[in-house]
């Protein structure tokens, strides 16, 4: 058994490594215990272990969650947190409490590959996947990690683009022997990654947001260069079809910008696209990026919008912006990171 860290790791994975040893998989899911229910961040802490597995551990391996190095927080009381790993790639996380809903918001990948013209993430270019390990211990390293209730993948990274991690890593948060969070309060964000959404779809229960923006393929294009190798007329074909287990949810996110995609021709089309499906609309604002000169739609139209998706038939919400003043809201983060030689 090599040095391995632990985070990160299922406990079927756990106990393959610890089956050689004559150890069962009872011990496996007392280390995941020890892990993702109990967040300790030293084997030696770890209770109701044989001395001779806690030993072989000790030796072997250890959690490999490591903190964070900055945070900033909003007024409105949501926090950002910096990490970097040991080979120096930068990503961030978000704590969003809202209530008695404690979001943590988690990157998947340090930067991003997908180029969306509005979303910083896209413009700091790419640096990496993140492990399994590295996408936990945002949730299980931030201050409020005993307070989190809802984990949504809509940091920085395109998550279905690192498909093996970010499965497990959904795996783990909603095992019994995980963090044991309903699939229903984790959430990931796409632009549509075809063969991974199909995947996403069949592997868990978790929810997913399709990154929309336009309901008009040549002017999506414009927004989410994904649209040209994978179709959104496709993506909804396959969420209209998926058969759901009751309370799964697939939304459209839609930012809305003043003049570009909030005009009547895109919400005839929004609601012909989505009429007689379970799938909801999140509208949200535009934030600025780069200086350019595009503004968010009017608040009054995000309503006119949403009133006439309800009036549809097709759920709709406008979300409220988070965190704006620390560059922590969508498509803001990486606005204060540079690249990172080590
Ligand atoms: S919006 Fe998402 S997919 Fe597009 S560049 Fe930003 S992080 Fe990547």
Known sequence: MDVKNLGGLT??????????????????????????????????????????????LLTNGRPGYFPFLESVISEDKSVKYLFRTSDGRQYETVYLPDGKRHTVCVSTQSGCRMGC????????????????????????????????????FMGMGEPLDNPENVLKACEILTAEWGFALSPR?????????????????SKTDCNLTLS?????????????????????????RILREAKL????????????????????????????????????????????????????????????????????????????SRGADISAACGLLAAGLKINSK
């Open 185 to 201: 309060n984790v959430t990931i964000s796409t632009v549509g990654l075809l063969p991974a959404v199909k995947l996403f779809l």
């Open 11 to 56: 406990a079927s994975e756990i106990f393959e490594l610890i089956e050689p040893f004559k150890f069962t998989y009872s011990h496996a899911l007392s280390i995941a215990n020890s892990l993702y229910k109990k967040k300790l961040k030293a084997i030696s802490d770890f209770p109701k272990l044989p001395l001779k597995l806690k030993d072989l």
């Open 245 to 320: 287990k009751k309370g799964r949810r697939l939304t459209v996110a839609y930012i809305m910008i003043s003049g570009l995609n909030d005009t009547e021709r895109h919400l005839e089309e929004l609601i012909y696209m989505l009429k007689g499906s379970s799938i909801r609309v999140n509208l949200l604002p535009y934030h600025a990026v780069n200086d350019d000169n595009k503004i968010s739609s009017s608040p009054e139209k995000m309503q006119y919008f949403k009133h006439n998706l309800i009036i549809s038939g097709i759920s709709a919400s406008v979300r409220k």
């Open 212 to 236: 929309l923006h336009s309901p008009f393929a040549l002017e999506r294009k414009q927004m989410v260069p994904a649209e040209n190798k994978y179709p959104s007329a496709d993506i909804i």
């Open 117 to 152: 013209p509005f979303c910083v993430s896209g413009s700091y270019g790419f640096h990496g996947n993140l492990t399994t390990g590295e996408i936990i211990n945002q949730v299980v390293s931030i201050p409020y990690a005993n307070n989190i209730t809802h984990v949504v």
